[in-house]
């Protein structure tokens, strides 16, 4: 992807200062920046930088006097951090969005439709009546099942593996190796000692702007639905069980695991690493500290949890505080217990 | 998949009240079921849900009258719960093994051989010298390494990666993304600080009426196997490592990690995010709470764990109690102490 | 693979006492030997082995004096153990690097070239201006993006995902299913509580001889690079996030998780199922017991933390022995309190 200075200039509605047929071709920080790279300076201690930087030009402040001769192509804008922000999202846009049209190898089954400006990589595969929407990229060596629906915009990394039935809404991004749809660990005790295993026929339904990470796994409902619903973010290495339902917005951090027929909230914030138990209902607003083990419902919202078994926070740092010192703290109950003994036979000696 | 309610009807034994040739697609929970799914009815507390179901037809108990007009086909049965269980495992059974033929491009190395009622999907791999056996279900993209073993009856998902010289037994079930016989983690100190790469040359072995789920790894032997004996249940994103030995029917939750060279038991039952120390031997059901830190063997058999290092499950809870009121513990010793001083300068002054 | 006696013997620098022609095909313990396997015999405890081994051929001490006839190949070394460990690591190079050639599907983009004694497995994918080094194998079904470097002799198993722009060093080893260069979790909180995606620019840098695990997941940096320096050792199941550094020849055990932007020295070694916050930076010879939560700097070298939040480790050990007896130590703080309120009055009455 090539851009000249006039095009982002437009694009961000600033100033030219210099050539505008510079070239750029990617975004940096203004101290590691190279040729061909677009830097921002907002922070005034920065300023230094913009005196030997590389890059081939810099988006600043219209205020902005130099103190020294500045040789790079300057974009003169009101607030440079939010244009350079702007910059990255339409480069990843672009970037994201780039790859069209189908390679080959590629597998599509029987009565199954895609939209346009659809990319298919090599190697993935695209089970029977699946309808998939505009916009759509499906990278190489991604599989998806019979009778999967996804919606506009929606991008499947490579190697992720959709299950049959599944349903996924628009403007989402599943991570490289995710999986979903996968049976539900169900399986039911016999009296041998053995398992028997329970047929797992639901699905699993991700609604719009959710993002999935990668390597994460959410399982179909043993029947019915599991489901992510609108703008939900899961970090890497996350386990969703069946019949899990997760409220829309709420953001839960890598490695976390959620037990069968749990409910999580809407708005929620869920630090890594954390555990909850099956058939919980966690109210709206709740937070979850790193490593917490939750085995009980939250009915209010809006509370914040630490520990495992987790319960209130700074509760929680204000015990983990006295158990650093429990020696210690057992050591003056010895010394109490023997000055009470000392002082007892004067009550029994009166 | 299609059924009439006549072939419903003698498969589990039923009575049909009403239309023989109705269409059954699907199978639904009574209050949720829509046109073409049958559904049940065993607690009396949902009866009302038959009188408006949308569902096709709905299996029932014998000795069933209804108090209202039943506009759907009825299926008399005994036990309309386990009729539905049949029915369920039934479907679950055939839209499992409905999947049969080679789907091209798949890649078959040398002197590999498989049984009647393969399932192949494209882009799956299976390299030198395999030996496959009837009724396997290999998924797209699923990659098999050389000299590999698969009995009968057992269905390899999407993505799965089984590396070379695995031995895999008859009904096992494999979930997408799970790696098998990737090497285990052994390095050598080196005086420089440095690690040098330990060989890892052994495999793993498998035996029947396995389930492994999505993500999970299971790392091969330095020497040797590592080996998941007959019946064992491991759900998502576990890891087993190198030379781990994991006994008959013992059932493992989500996340959960074990280190080289453990050996689990028989009929044990571990929760989610264990983590096990390596080296250890745990005895035939022991079961362990979810976060379990487990760091000594365990001798007997039948107890119950839980904490991080993990102990007796009852007392960790009651551990855990008076851990949350620390700090009041805290400041009833210090007005103790304080009680005491007071009382201290009477025993002096005697 | 197969080799002579004779072969072996020169290999290892050992004397051949009986046939030079007998085929060896694998390695095993005397114990567990085959005819076709070589084995060693170094512990004296294990000699009665030795006669009755079925084992083809046995790697023994110039030194030895058999007590019986020996009907095995013998080879003569100065140090049984360490000879076996040289023919086990040219045994795994071999089987290791044996794979050359391309295998047909696969798919190279535009512009990406390939040194020599390359291996290209079925169904893999290399994206647009890529570079691979010489020796490189790359097994079936793994992806790599576009712009992509790979150093010479590093070994990319079935199905690993390296995103675009990944810089991959000389001798690593990329375990089925790892994820490299995902992007980083990032989303900024928007005023009606959903959440805005932070364009993920960066890219994951990897230096020579590092090991990543089976389903391990390394995210891109916002911007800049996510580094893992030399010689670094990851297990399975490990979550790092974006904009983290690793410092040279640190260990990490299976299913830790690493935050945004955290920093970990040189020389650390950090067991299993760890957790780090983000920002933190911590100092080189840490080391970090199993579960542990990391939310603090660690600014001097060299120390041993456990617990979550973590601390001294073997402080930690005497905290947890007084929590497994709480309970107690309670009970004992009631009977104190109650003995000083016997005394209490004493005082209140004098």
């Known amino acids: 992807m090539e851009f000249t200075t006039t095009e982002i200039a437009n694009l961000v509605g600033g100033e030219l200062k210099g050539s505008g047929s510079v070239k750029i071709r990617t975004v940096a920080k203004i101290e590691e920046a190279s040729e061909g790279a677009i830097a921002f300076l907002a922070n005034p201690k920065y300023e230094n930088y913009l005196y030997s930087t590389l890059a081939s030009a810099v988006l600043i402040s219209r205020s902005f006097i130099p103190k020294e001769e500045v040789k790079t192509t300057l974009i003169l804008v009101d607030d440079p951090y939010s244009s350079f922000t702007t910059l990255l999202e339409e480069y990843s846009r672009l970037v994201t969005f780039a790859k069209v049209g189908i390679e080959q190898p590629s597998f599509t089954g029987e009565n199954s439709f895609s939209g346009k400006n659809h990319y298919r990589g090599a190697f993935s595969y695209v089970g029977n009546n699946c309808r998939i929407g505009d916009n759509v990229k499906i990278y190489p060596n991604a599989y998806i099942g019979d009778n999967v629906q996804i919606g506009n915009n929606t991008i499947i990394y490579p190697g992720v593996k959709i299950y049959a039935n599944t349903v996924i809404g628009n403007y989402c991004t599943l991570h490289a190796g995710a999986v979903i749809g996968s049976d539900g660990f169900g399986f039911a005790p016999q009296k041998d000692g053995s398992y028997k295993t329970i047929p797992q026929i639901g699905n699993v339904i991700i609604e719009d ?40 917005h709420t953001v839960i951090a890598a490695q976390t695991g959620i037990s069968g027929s749990t409910r999580i909230g809407d708005y929620c914030m869920i630090g890594g690493q954390v555990g909850f138990a099956g ?11 790193a490593q917490s083990g939750v085995g009980n419902n939250v009915t209010e919202e809006g509370k914040s949890f630490l520990g495992s078994p987790a319960f209130d926070y700074s509760k929680y740092f204000r015990s983990a505080a006295v158990f650093r010192k429990l020696p210690e703290v057992l050591k003056k109950i010895e010394e109490l217990e023997e000055k009470v003994i000392t002082l007892g036979p004067v009550e029994k000696g009166r």
Chains 1, 2, 3 share one sequence.
């Open 279 to 289: 058939h919980l209902k966690i109210a709206s607003r709740s937070s979850f500290g």
């Open 209 to 248: 702007h959710v993002s999935i990470g990668a390597n994460t796994v959410i399982d179909c409902a043993t029947m019915g639905s599991t489901v992510i619903h609108e703008g939900v973010k899961l970090d890497n290495l996350i386990q969703v069980a069946h019949n899990v339902e997760i409220g829309k």
